[in-house]
Each structure stands twice: as structure tokens, then as C-alpha cells.
């Protein structure tokens, strides 16, 4: 699957979050590997979204902890105690972390190109011009070299994504979290984006993936997760969830969400 | 599919010669083939009513008598209107223009544009800061700012006014020490230390601060959320996401009404008349009282008010353009470049490179 990857090892240990005083996130804990994709499904609710949000610390945990390389994520330690890090020492490890948005968050009064050089050159102290050859080189993967100076609402929904995806490629992260990346797409762009992820896939990035998009994660996950009520239900390779999942749970929600789609 | 062309066919059997069924068959032609000899009448009617040419006819738009009934009677209002102030002699039109430019009118023109500048830069840099404070998460520094508004906000400007002027009454002295010790790194007179400048300054700065901050909150909020997000899980650092990201998309919501304030204290800065510091109301009150020629001053402050005014709305509308960058699709053209246009293509002569270096040749 992927060339020899070697950065990019997530272990999340039993993680607790609660809203107000809804848990929403029970005990999850998860291991992807170096440059592996892991997909989580399940039902509005479940988590999904929240425990991506963890992995970068958007979302502060109440319990459990997050490793990246073996590297506590948001934390240090000191005594037996785990202690926040400072703001400055959270943003530089986010930026080992891209993070891809359900709508998109491209900044609407930069250009496409000047969305994608503002974190390298702010967040990383690279120099401009180098930054700039390196974002025209990413938009130009993602096919929207053309388009490097039009603003986010020139672009059509799939190109805005498809920008937003540059935009976090151009930190080279280990991992890339893509929150539901095609759900606020018309479903004649959701491909477009699609076939991006899907490139990455291959590429030794890790992947974490929420999505609604069944087929698509049949395609280029290593593993699929499925998460109801704030807990992993059950995970394994997408033959293995998809074809013959073993909870009842699953096979209910796999049920409804897959056959009405071949019964058109 | 099927079923829908029945249902068209069984009514174009029933009734023929309705207009709305067999508008209906004449869209779909796969109606009148699945039942050919019921839909057939239909089909000929629909073939009827398409044929005629009108090609060669001319479009004429539809005329508004009433809109130039209602041209006409503003007009007339309008030219009522300068004719009377160009032929009353009362206004004293000769007296306006003597004064207008009168060393003592400019002099408070300056103190007054000096005034504007200073408290309205104070202010909202003032109101900036109380306005972070409002949306900071210690209790303490929001509730400063929100005591802070809530006072400036409910006393008269002119009660503000007055109070600092006589600021020395309640406070005699004014010192810089450490508290409960007799250590003073420096002390002065209230009376001397506010002058009828700065009490003008800080009453209207503190007031502006109070108005401008929540001018200012209000932008912010208007950002989007998942904006601050996606800075944050880029590792843009917060002075660096408040400056570059925020403050720039949060200036379209704070633009409008922050020229409001600042043309408004523009204007409120005749207030501090009551301080009898001369500025441009102060000078033309003190003229008038003088001369008695009370209506062509206030006419030459007027005319003086409104010039000022004319030229912030020129600053706003350039500025907001600036900032709209990325929330139009497309920036409209400015009047300029509209004129530009405009010449460019209703020109008699069309004066571009290659007709000159044409002319050039032909000489």
C-alpha cells in the first residue's frame, strides 16, 4: 500500500469528551499505522466527527490521550501528571497534522495560491518564494494550477475542496483528517474530490477519513471503522466490515445506508 | 413516464381545443405517438399556434407615462428649490463666500478636522482593545468592558464633557506613586494638566471607545467560526489569526457603521463648544454673535461639514471596496473606471496606439 512509510503512527487511548452533559465520545481508542487509511462511518451522532477533532486537539479530550509517533498530542508530561501544552507548542504540532473540512474554511479574502503559502510561511518560517513554488506544485496535483489567483468564491464547491486539501498538503503533514470532505458537495463534484483523496491514499501519508460515502471507502481504506454512540462498534478491513460485519448494529446501519443505493 | 402521457392523452381526447393540455402534448411528442389517433386534433392545434414569423417586427419597450409625471413634478421641485436659494438675497450668498475662507473659519476647520482625527483614531484603538476584552474568556476583563459601555453609552456627551473640564473640582491634584505610602514619582495640578483640549479629547475619545468597540465585536462575531478553526489547525498563531484572518473578513461587517461614527463625530465635535474651545462651531458662533449675520455662517460651518463628509464617503466607498475582495465573485468598477469605460466605447475618435501611429504614417 504505501513506500515504505515511517512517520505517521496514531494510538488513541481510550478517549473520553463529553458536551454539556452528553458524552459523546465512551472510551475510544484506535490504532492506524504509518501511511495507513483508516475510514470511520456511522451514524449522525456517533462521534465520528469529535474524535477526529481530537487528533489534532481542536477538541481538548476529558480523558485518555492521543499519541502521534509516540509523541503525546496537546499534552506533556510532568510528574504523573499530563499537562497542557502551551498554545505555541500545540500549533507547531498541528502542523504535522493537515486537517480537511466538512465546508471547506478556506480563508474567503485570500486567493487560492495565498490560502495555501499563508501556513507555510507563517506557521513554518519558510521563505515566500519557496513557499509559492511549492503551493503552485500542490494545486497543480490537485489539477487547479490555472486557478491560482481566483478567490474561493470563483471556485466551484469541488475545486474550493480541492484548494482546502493543497492547503494542508502544503505543511507536509504525517497525517491528513478529513472531516466528511465531500458531504457539502453537489453529487456531481463529490469525484473530483474523491479521486485527490484517493491519490493520497497511495502516496504514505496517513489517512483518517469520516465520510458518508460507502463505496468510496470500500475502495481505499485499509481499515473501516464503524462508530455508534460514542464507541467503535467494530473495525477490520473493508471485505471484512462491508461484506460480513459481525454486530448486529453494523449490519443494521450497512443495511440501510448500502442496499437502497443498488436498488436504483 | 408512461403514466403521465396517458393522463395528457385522456385529456387532450376530452378536450381538444384547452390550451393548457395541448401546450402540454405539443412539449411532449412521445404523448401524441403513443396514442396517435386520439392526440392527433391536439397536435394540430399545437402546430398552428407556432407557426407565425415575427422576425422582421421591431421590439418596442413598454412606456411609464407616470414615472415621467413623478420626473417631472421632482424636477420642478428641484429647480423651485435652487432657484430660491440662488435669488433670495437673504442667504447672502457674497457674505458666505467672505467668510468661508476667513482665517478665523479655517483656524477652527483645523482644530475641529484636529479633534476628529485624534479622538476618532483614540477611540477606536480604545474600542479594539474593549471589544478583545468583551470576548475574552476571563469574567473580570468582560465585565470591565461591558461596565465601560454600558457607562459611556448611557451619560450625555455633554454631561461627559462637562465632568472632565472639571475634573480638578473632585480631584485637586493628580499623582503617580505607590498607593498608601507618601512615594510620588510625580504629581500635578488637575486644572493645569486638563485643558480645554484634552477634556475635549477624552470626552469624546472615551465616548467613541464605547460606541466603536461594539462596532467592532459585531464584526468580529460576524466571522465565521471554521475559519479560526482552519487557522488554528494550520499553526497560525493567534495575533497572526486575528490580524490576517479575522480583523480583514470582520472590516466588511465594521465599515459601514464605523464611517457612521466618524462622520457623526465629525458633527459631535461642535459639542465641545460648551468648553469654549474654538473650534470651526465655536469660531462661527463667536463671528455671528459679533457681526450678527447669524444664518451665513452657520451656512459657511454647514457647507464646511459637508465638504468634510463628502470626502469620507470617498474614502469609505474605495475602502469597502478593498475589503470586499473575495466576498463579491466580481469587484464592481469604480466611477473612474466606469467613466473610463464609458468613453472608451462612446468616443467619436478612437484614440488608441495603433490609430495614432496610423495618423503618424499617414503624415
Redesign the interface.
Known amino acids: 500500500m504505501s513506500t515504505a512509510a515511517t512517520r505517521g503512527h496514531v494510538e488513541i487511548t481510550n478517549v473520553r469528551k463529553s458536551f454539556g452533559g452528553t458524552e459523546v465520545l465512551k472510551g475510544v481508542s484506535l490504532t492506524v499505522p504509518p501511511g495507513g487509511v483508516a475510514v470511520i462511518v456511522g451514524p449522525s451522532g456517533s462521534g465520528k466527527s469529535t474524535l477526529l477533532r481530537t487528533i489534532?486537539h481542536?477538541e481538548k479530550v476529558d480523558g485518555g490521550y492521543i499519541t502521534i509517533d509516540g509523541q503525546l498530542v496537546g499534552y506533556q508530561v510532568r510528574g504523573n501528571k499530563l499537562h497542557e501544552l502551551r498554545?505555541?507548542d500545540i500549533?507547531?504540532q498541528?502542523?504535522d497534522?493537515?486537517?480537511v473540512?466538512q465546508?471547506f474554511?478556506?480563508?474567503?479574502?485570500?486567493?487560492a495560491l495565498e490560502n495555501v503559502t499563508?501556513?507555510p510561511v507563517?506557521?513554518?518560517h519558510r521563505n515566500k518564494a519557496e513557499a509559492r513554488k511549492r503551493a503552485l506544485e500542490l494545486l497543480d496535483r490537485v489539477g487547479l494550477k490555472d486557478r491560482a489567483d481566483a478567490?474561493?468564491?470563483?471556485l466551484s464547491g469541488g475545486q474550493q475542496q480541492r484548494v482546502a486539501i493543497a492547503?494542508?498538503l502544503a505543511?507536509d503533514p504525517k497525517i491528513l483528517l478529513f472531516d466528511e470532505p465531500t458531504s457539502a458537495l453537489d453529487p456531481e463534484l463529490v469525484n473530483e474530490v474523491l479521486d485527490v483523496i484517493r491519490e493520497l491514499a497511495t502516496s504514505g501519508t496517513t489517512l483518517i477519513i469520516v465520510t458518508h460515502e460507502m463505496g468510496f471507502a470500500r475502495d481505499v481504506a485499509d481499515t473501516v471503522v464503524f462508530m455508534d454512540e460514542g464507541q467503535i462498534v467494530e473495525q477490520g478491513s473493508p471485505q471484512e466490515i462491508f461484506a460480513n460485519p459481525r454486530e448486529p448494529r453494523t449490519r443494521s446501519f450497512f443495511s440501510k445506508v448500502i442496499e437502497p443505493a443498488f436498488n436504483i | 413516464m408512461s403514466s403521465a402521457a396517458t393522463t395528457v392523452a385522456q385529456s387532450a381526447q376530452q378536450s381538444a381545443p384547452e390550451p393548457a393540455p395541448a401546450s402540454a402534448v405539443a412539449k411532449s411528442p412521445t404523448a401524441a405517438t403513443a396514442q396517435g389517433a386520439a392526440a392527433r386534433p391536439a397536435a394540430e392545434d399545437a402546430a398552428a399556434r407556432r407557426a407565425a414569423d415575427y422576425s422582421g417586427y421591431k421590439l418596442v419597450p413598454a412606456r411609464h407615462p407616470w414615472r415621467w409625471v413623478g420626473t417631472v413634478v421632482v424636477a420642478l421641485g428641484v429647480v423651485a428649490v435652487a432657484w430660491s436659494l440662488a435669488t433670495n438675497p437673504r442667504w447672502e450668498w457674497g457674505m458666505v463666500a467672505q467668510w468661508f475662507t476667513a482665517q478665523s473659519v479655517v483656524n477652527g476647520l483645523v482644530e475641529t478636522l484636529k479633534l476628529t482625527a485624534i479622538s476618532g483614531a483614540l477611540g477606536f484603538v480604545l474600542g479594539f482593545i474593549l471589544a478583545l476584552m468583551r470576548l475574552s474568556a476571563s469574567p473580570l476583563l468582560l465585565s470591565v468592558s461591558w461596565t465601560f459601555s454600558w457607562i459611556f453609552r448611557s451619560t450625555p456627551l455633554l454631561v461627559q464633557m462637562l465632568l472632565w473640564y472639571n475634573l480638578g473640582y473632585l480631584y485637586e491634584k493628580i499623582s503617580l506613586g505607590i498607593p498608601f505610602t507618601d512615594i510620588r514619582f510625580f504629581e500635578v495640578q488637575t486644572t493645569t494638566l486638563i485643558s480645554q483640549f484634552a477634556a475635549a479629547v477624552l470626552g469624546l475619545t472615551l465616548n467613541q471607545a464605547a460606541y466603536s468597540a461594539e462596532i467592532i465585536r459585531g464584526g468580529i462575531l460576524s466571522v465565521?467560526q471554521?475559519?479560526l478553526?482552519?487557522?488554528?489547525?494550520?499553526?497560525?498563531?493567534?495575533w497572526?489569526r486575528s490580524t490576517?484572518?479575522v480583523l480583514?473578513?470582520a472590516m466588511r461587517a465594521i465599515l459601514p457603521t464605523a464611517f457612521n461614527e466618524i462622520i457623526g463625530l465629525v458633527k459631535g465635535t461642535s459639542i465641545v463648544y460648551v468648553l469654549a474651545y474654538s473650534e470651526l462651531f465655536y469660531t462661527v458662533q463667536v463671528i455671528y454673535n459679533r457681526t450678527q449675520q447669524v444664518l451665513p455662517l452657520l451656512l459657511v460651518a454647514t457647507l464646511w461639514y459637508v465638504a468634510i463628509t463628502s470626502v469620507l464617503s470617498v474614502f469609505q466607498y474605495y475602502i469597502e471596496r478593498h475589503?470586499s475582495?473575495?466576498?463579491?465573485?466580481?469587484l464592481p468598477l469604480t466611477p473612474l473606471q466606469k467613466a473610463r469605460k464609458f468613453f472608451a466605447t462612446h468616443a467619436p475618435v478612437n484614440f488608441d496606439r495603433a490609430n495614432l501611429d496610423r495618423a503618424k504614417d499617414a503624415r
Open positions: 489534532n481542536l498554545e505555541k500549533l507547531k498541528r502542523t497534522i493537515g486537517m473540512f465546508n474554511n478556506l480563508f474567503p479574502h485570500l486567493t499563508e501556513a507563517v506557521a513554518l478567490y474561493p468564491r470563483q492547503r494542508a505543511l | 465565521d471554521g475559519q478553526e482552519a487557522a488554528a489547525a494550520l499553526g497560525i498563531p493567534a497572526r490576517r484572518i480583514p473578513q475589503y475582495k473575495g466576498a463579491v465573485r466580481n
